[in-house]
């Protein structure tokens, strides 16, 4: 038995079509290009291959964007004046932080200094409280990339038993919350676990979804999957040749899962789609 193989370039590019015609109107209708800026500070190599993907997509979907690139010895005051004057632009629409900063910067002050309005990431405090409750401003681009590649491909969440194995707050905790909501996309049954968790493997095998969101290579085998379950992998990790692997052993789970991301081609061209979606929605509040 082999998994069928769940193809999120192909659905991202769908997406991606569907979003440039909603950006096309919208211009038209308007005449403001939605905006994205993306700030790098160092070198982080999972970063560079988000920006890059991203870059091309924005173009393709007929949104500006600028990257601003910042050495790793930029300090944090010099930092949250670039947010600053990012936030009082009126032409810059969405405004995205690479993770993760170098030390010496708190992250944590850093995303709370950006303007709720223009947090396409939706990492402030206040857009992940709107979130929490249930009446989101901004959905986070990675859980929102996971939810509707289940749904565009056909896996039910509703009364589903999903199993995270990760509780970060740019991928594991989000989606949590996410999958956890009332209604479409949502009303999953969750857990979350992480590295204090016990009988782990236990755990994974009661999973109907399986999400892997840990940056290990090799990390979820085989033994760990339920069979016929559906398996996302959202692990993006550079392997010792040099090639992106996700955190899923893949050819033990294509055997046993019922369904599953590959890495690439899986849920990262995901995250980068509902990037411009999510600027696309901070141009439209500018103009309500
Ligand atoms: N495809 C995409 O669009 C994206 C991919 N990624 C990738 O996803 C992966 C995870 O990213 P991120 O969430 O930022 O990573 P973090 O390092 O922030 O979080 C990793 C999580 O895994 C848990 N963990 C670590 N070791 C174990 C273990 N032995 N058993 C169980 N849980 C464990 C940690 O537990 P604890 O909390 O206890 O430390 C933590 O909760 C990375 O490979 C990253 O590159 C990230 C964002 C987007
Ligand atoms: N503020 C912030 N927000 C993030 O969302 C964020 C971040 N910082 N820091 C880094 C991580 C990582 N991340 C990825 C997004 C897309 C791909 C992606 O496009 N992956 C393609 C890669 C294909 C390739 O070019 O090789 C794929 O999996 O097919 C990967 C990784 C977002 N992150
Ligand atoms: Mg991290």
Redesign the pocket.
């Given at each position: 038995m082999s998994a069928s193989i769940i193809d999120g370039k192909r659905i991202a590019k769908e997406l991606r079509e569907e979003i440039a015609g909603r950006v096309a109107s919208f211009r038209g209708e308007h005449s403001i290009q939605p905006k994205l800026v993306a700030i790098l500070v160092g070198e982080d190599p999972?970063s560079q291959v988000?920006i890059r993907n991203k870059q091309r997509a924005c173009e393709q979907a007929g949104l500006a964007s600028s990257l601003i690139r910042l050495p790793d010895s930029v300090s944090q005051s010099e930092l949250l004046g670039q947010i600053e004057d990012l936030n009082q632009a009126p032409d810059v629409h969405g405004i995205l932080v690479q993770?993760p900063l170098p030390e010496g910067i708190s992250a944590d002050l850093v995303l709370r200094a950006i303007r709720p309005e223009k947090d396409v990431d939706c990492f402030h405090p206040e857009n992940v409280g709107m979130l929490a409750i249930g009446t989101p401003r901004f959905l986070p681009?990675?859980p929102a990339?996971v939810v509707e590649l289940l749904k565009r491909s056909g896996v039910e969440t509703r009364g589903a038993h999903v199993v995270i194995?990760?509780?970060?707050?740019?991928?594991?905790k989000p989606l949590a919350l996410m999958m956890m909501q009332k209604g479409d996309g949502g009303d999953a049954t969750v857990s979350v676990?992480?590295?204090?968790?016990r009988n782990?493997e236990e755990l994974t095998r009661q999973a109907d979804i399986l999400v892997a969101?840990?940056?290990?290579e090799g990390?979820i085998t085989g033994s760990m999957i339920r069979p016929g379950a559906t398996v996302i992998d959202?692990?993006?990790?550079r392997s010792a040749n040099g090639k992106l692997v996700g955190?899923v052993v893949f050819e033990e789970a294509v055997e046993i899962a019922g369904a599953i991301t590959p890495?690439p081609g899986?849920?990262?061209p995901?995250?980068?789609t509902l990037l411009l979606e999510n600027t696309l929605r901070g141009a439209r509040r500018t103009v309500r």
């Open positions: 999972a988000y993770l681009c990675t990339g194995c990760g509780r970060s707050n740019i991928v594991g676990c992480h590295s204090r968790s782990l969101a840990v940056g290990r990390f959202v692990g993006t990790n955190d890495v899986g849920v990262g995901m995250t980068v």
